[in-house]
């Protein structure tokens, strides 16, 4: 079975800050691929950014990188220059076995 | 870039009734579909997986006989919620494998509401 773990329920930057949510997970899989999405309050969920597990290099997508610990398992999205409209709910998932499995979740929340 | 429209956005139904839900992947053909139900404040929990032409795949937990999936074709999948309970007013959202390399793309979510 596949688990992700989100251990910040909540998380708080000020504008222009760095902030970094945390992801682990666990997968008996080689191949797979790690996203983090966010859920703005309409609800659609956004693609952030994506990781394929057999790569060393971490992904970047503009203001928003990771940090990938293959061995470790874990999975950090950093978000620098935050921005009020990066405030969401923010969700790590892992699609080992075709399927996306998501962890609890991370409200963001940005303070002017 | 990869569009899943879902249909209704909200819905209000009586208890009882029976709620269907669409969803189309409109410029890709989704071999996979899944459903996704989301209650307030909580994460994503999947419900089912299905491929076209083939019976949907429940998870653990989930009555097969009252969420009735059906994906008859590669670019639209449904949802029926049978004889609706309050206890299944939540928010369902559907995704679709296709669009691009290992995407997965969402539809913008439906929020039930069983009175």
């Known amino acids: 079975a596949q688990t992700v773990t989100q251990s910040q329920p909540e998380m708080s930057v000020q504008e222009a800050e760095t902030v970094t949510l945390s992801c682990t997970y666990d997968?008996?899989?080689?191949?797979?691929?790690l996203f983090w999405y966010k859920q703005p309050p309409s609800r659609q969920m956004i693609l952030v950014i994506r990781q394929e597990a057999y790569k060393q290099q971490n992904a970047t997508e503009n203001r928003f990188s990771v940090n990938f610990q293959k061995a470790a398992k874990s999975f950090s999205l950093k978000i620098s220059d935050s921005q009020l409209g990066d405030a969401a709910m923010y969700f790590c998932s892992n699609n080992a076995g075709n399927m996306l499995t998501f962890g609890g979740g991370t409200r963001l929340m940005v303070k002017p | 870039g990869a569009v899943v429209s879902q249909h209704p956005s909200r819905v209000i139904c009586k208890s009882g009734t029976s709620v269907k839900i669409e969803c189309r992947s409109l410029?890709?053909?989704?071999?996979?579909m899944f459903w996704y139900r989301q209650f307030p404040k909580q994460s994503l929990m999947l419900m089912a997986t299905?491929?076209?032409?083939?019976?949907?795949?429940?998870e653990q937990g989930v009555e097969k006989d009252k969420f009735l999936i059906n994906h008859a074709s590669l670019t639209l999948s449904t949802l029926t919620v049978t004889s609706a309970h309050p206890e299944d007013s939540s928010f369902y959202i559907c995704s679709a494998r296709g669009g691009g390399s290992y995407g997965y793309t969402f539809g913008s979510g439906t929020r039930l509401t069983v009175v």
């Open positions: 410029d890709f053909q989704a071999t996979t």
């Open positions: 299905s491929n076209e032409g083939s019976k949907a795949t429940y």
């Open positions: 997968t008996s899989e080689s191949d797979y691929y």
